[in-house]
């Protein structure tokens, strides 16, 4: 015990200087490590929250029974906020629904039955840059496009600049064939 007392000691008088040179070198290394696993945590534990919020709102959307409006979107627009722990509410979402129908000439067609953004987030009037995320559907199926969108900044600088986390699940309708929108 009296070993380990004395060794403080010992390091403040030492003159050989080997270990002061090497703490002065690995210290800043050290901590900028430190640092960065608390904001790659950071970041990952923002982009899992973002994930589960966005197929939360699509699973509440998805079990609508009746047509929904404006207002409700707008109120999932704040469950999504809440959800993600936005307190600046900078969070926003894309709700549209796609339907497969066979067209004039007898093909089948995605079709963009209807759309509502929230926040800066516009309602989609084509199907351009999501045609790709659509999976193979039957004719006279619908689904439902949940997108969402939250800015992250981290605590710290240490090369990781601040982003848009995006996500977009797709997801059918369950107990009604389409999920109906009326405007007022």
């Not at 950071?42 to 207002?71: G, H, W």
């Not at 840059?129 to 949940?146: K, T, W």
């Amino acid at each position: 015990m009296k070993r380990l007392c004395n060794l403080p000691r010992r390091f403040t008088r030492s003159e050989e200087g080997t270990l002061s040179v090497e703490t002065v070198i690995v210290f800043p290394i050290v901590l900028w490590a430190l640092f960065g696993m608390f904001v790659f945590w950071d970041v990952f534990s923002t982009v899992n929250r973002n994930t589960k919020a966005t197929y939360t709102i699509a699973d509440l959307i998805s079990r609508e029974p009746d047509p929904i409006d404006p207002n409700y979107l707008d109120g999932l627009g704040g469950v999504y906020n809440m959800l993600v722990r936005d307190a600046d509410a900078n969070s926003t979402l894309r709700v549209s629904v796609v339907s497969n129908k066979v067209n004039e000439a007898g093909f089948e067609e995605l079709t963009l039955e209807w759309s509502y953004g929230t926040g800066d987030m516009p309602d989609r009037t084509t199907l351009d840059g999501l045609l790709g995320n659509i999976p193979i559907m039957a004719v006279g199926d619908n689904l439902i496009v949940v997108e969402t969108k939250t800015f992250w900044e981290p605590a710290l600088t240490i090369g990781i600049g601040s982003r848009d986390i995006t996500n977009r699940v797709v997801t059918s309708p369950r107990f009604v064939a389409q999920v109906l929108y009326q405007t007022s």
